[in-house]
Structure formats: structure tokens, C-alpha cells
């Protein structure tokens, strides 16, 4: 998440706070000009990897051999 330093009012912060703002905050932001400045860009943390297991696929049920998916009236 980037901190900025705010060139103008935003919601209860005043000029020259410095906030973290999501990445389309900051795009927005920063297309209204209420931006002085990018102070950092703190990188998200990586997301964990789910485990393999949880990766398996299910085995999927066979449907019995009478019914084909078809209703007869």
C-alpha cells in the first residue's frame, strides 16, 4: 500500500498528513490532485499458497446409469 503526503482536505486528514492509500485510492487521488507526494510504496505481503491438498480435485460422483439428465413426459 503506498503512503502519500496530501496536498489538500480528504475526508477527516488535513494537508500534509501522510496516509496509506489502496493502489485505485491513490489513482484517484491522484487524478483529483489532492496529492503532494508518494512518500513510499510499502508492497503488499505476498499472499500464502494454499497446500497441495487443498488443490486436489474431488473425484466427481458418476450418476446412475438410468438417469440421463432428460425428464420424459
Avoid at 482536505?9 to 485510492?25: C, F, Q
Avoid at 488443490?55 to 420424459?72: C, D, H, I, K
Amino acid at each position: 500500500m503506498p503512503r502519500i503526503k496530501l496536498a489538500h482536505w480528504v475526508g477527516d486528514h488535513k494537508p500534509g498528513d501522510e496516509i496509506d492509500v489502496s493502489d485505485t485510492e491513490l489513482a484517484s487521488l491522484n487524478r483529483d490532485g489532492r496529492v503532494a507526494a508518494v512518500v513510499d510504496v510499502v508492497p503488499d505481503p505476498p499472499t500464502p499458497l494454499p497446500e497441495p491438498a487443498a488443490l486436489a480435485v474431488a473425484p466427481q460422483a458418476e450418476p446412475a446409469a438410468g438417469e440421463t439428465g432428460r425428464r420424459r413426459r
